[in-house]
């Protein structure tokens, strides 16, 4: 919590800082996620759909580079077969993998530069600062009989992600833009020993926002 107190009074410091700029920029967005996570552990693995919100700034340097802070809000997590390693007793077999779902959500705080290609299309690139704000996971059982599921806090996701972000975005017209970017977790997201220690998000937002 005090990380991102830091980095989100920092940010704010920096628009304090650059208000008085003839073409600074402030703006909202939101959009679709289409999410997933890295790992031989869970497989048979789906794209999951989340969302993302928040608020950004675009922060000009000349006619071609602007530095873009942002404060998002965004649901990610996986979904799929994950095995399972107990077993009722030595050397029987083991049980067969069941279907789980990770829901994370987290405060986003990406830093972006911006680079004009054209007058209005630009190419995105910068780090992430995430930190978790939900936690928890729905696991579906089959036995002889039927199907069960259990949903409940997972409590194996990390409080802090750090990721990269690149992508491109074009303004429309009238403060009117879109974007499409990948963003790629260059640190582990759950934490369950060695088994999970390469379990990182990675996918897809594309959204929509206007600058003010």
């Known amino acids: 919590m005090?990380?991102?107190?830091?980095i989100i009074s920092l940010?704010?410091?920096?628009?304090?800082?650059?208000?008085?700029?003839?073409?600074?920029?402030?703006?909202?967005?939101?959009?679709?996620?289409?999410?997933?996570?890295?790992?031989?552990?869970?497989y048979d693995k789906v794209d999951k759909?989340?969302?993302?919100?928040g608020i950004l700034?675009?922060?000009?340097f000349g006619d071609r580079f602007s530095l873009q802070p942002e404060i998002l809000y965004s649901t990610q997590g996986a979904k799929g077969k994950e095995y399972v390693l107990a077993s009722p007793y030595a050397d029987a077999p083991g049980p067969s993998p069941y279907y789980k779902e990770y829901k994370l959500a987290y405060i986003q705080v990406p830093i972006l530069?911006?680079?004009y290609l054209f007058k209005n299309?630009?190419?995105?690139?910068?780090?992430?600062?995430?930190?978790?704000?939900?936690?928890?996971?729905?696991?579906?059982?089959?036995?002889?009989?039927?199907?069960?599921?259990?949903?409940?806090?997972?409590?194996?996701?990390?409080?802090?992600?750090f990721s990269g972000v690149f992508g491109v975005s074009y303004k429309v017209k009238a403060g009117i833009f879109g974007s499409l970017r990948y963003v790629n977790g260059f640190t582990a997201a759950i934490d369950r020993g060695s088994y999970f220690e390469n379990v990182k998000n990675n996918g897809f937002q594309l959204g929509v926002g206007f600058l003010f």
């Open 49 to 53: 759909t989340g969302f993302h919100i």
């Open 121 to 161: 299309f630009s190419f995105e690139l910068g780090p992430s600062f995430n930190f978790l704000t939900m936690d928890k996971s729905i696991s579906t059982h089959t036995d002889s009989s039927n199907n069960y599921s259990s949903y409940n806090s997972s409590g194996f996701a990390k409080n802090f992600e």
């Open 113 to 115: 530069a911006k680079i």
């Open 57 to 60: 700034a675009e922060i000009p």
């Open 2 to 6: 005090k990380k991102a107190l830091l």
């Open 11 to 42: 940010s704010i410091l920096t628009l304090t800082a650059v208000q008085s700029q003839e073409k600074f920029q402030y703006g909202v967005k939101g959009g679709v996620n289409l999410i997933n996570m890295t790992s031989d552990f869970i």
